[in-house]
């Protein structure tokens, strides 16, 4: 199958600092990514979804502010949590997939947030 | 609105036994289901979907999921469980009649197999 990347996989922050994590589609164009967050043991929350050159539609109560996302080309796209605070550590999963029909999403591996 | 649930929190089989994991799902058009399987912290790894024609379908690693339209099924199996099997299962649907762009997750079922 496709293969998305994830980068970094681990990040240790500061409070108040900004985090920037990449997506990449290694092998595909993903006219559409989606972010995942995950809390232990708990499924996957949808954050936002983007499209390539477009803006992110964000999901009801992520607040779009904090958590940029940028999708600039047909491969990559960009998480920033910004002003990062303890709550927001977690584990962010994002997918890519390519355009139209039923085509299945594929994940990253994840990145393993953690603000002290 | 699409949903998944999935009953079970946690599954336990020995191993060499058939498995199940159980997915029920609601969607007002037709559904397009996914299976996926996540081991610790890793991403999700795709096993297999069900879009349309023959409602059982083989997957990955010895999977398969049976399509029911009746009862809003998709059940995960296996016919001899691994230990190696034993990770967090996600079931997933689209729901096509809304020219579903979304994912839609269940709560994930925690399958363990023991010797």
């Known amino acids: 199958g496709a293969v998305v990347s994830q980068h970094p996989s681990r990040v240790i922050c500061k409070s108040g600092t900004s985090v920037k994590i990449e997506c990449r589609s290694l092998d595909f164009q993903a006219t559409t990514m989606f972010w995942y967050r995950q809390f232990p043991k708990k499924s996957l929350m949808l954050m936002a979804t983007s499209n390539e050159g477009s803006k992110a539609t964000y999901e009801q109560g992520v607040e779009k502010d904090k958590f940029l996302i940028n999708h600039a080309s047909l491969t990559l796209s960009t998480l920033t949590v910004t002003s990062a605070h303890p709550e927001d550590s977690s584990f962010y999963i994002c997918s890519a997939r390519s355009s139209g029909g039923a085509n299945e999403q594929f994940f990253g591996p994840g990145t393993r947030l953690t603000v002290l | 609105a699409q949903s998944v649930a999935q009953p079970e929190d946690q599954v336990n089989v020995a191993e060499g036994n058939p498995l199940t994991v159980k997915c029920t799902y609601s969607?007002?058009?037709?559904?397009?289901l996914f299976w996926y399987v996540q081991y610790p912290n890793r991403g999700l790894q795709f096993l297999l979907k069900y879009i349309t024609g023959d409602n059982l379908v083989k997957g990955s690693y010895g999977f398969e999921a049976e399509f029911n339209k009746s009862q809003t099924s998709f059940h995960l199996k296996k016919p001899s469980a691994l230990v190696s099997d034993s990770a967090l299962y996600f079931c997933a649907v689209r729901d096509m009649g809304r020219g579903g762009n979304k994912l839609t997750f269940g709560t994930g079922t925690q399958l363990k197999v023991e010797l």
């Open positions: 969607v007002s058009g037709n559904p397009y």
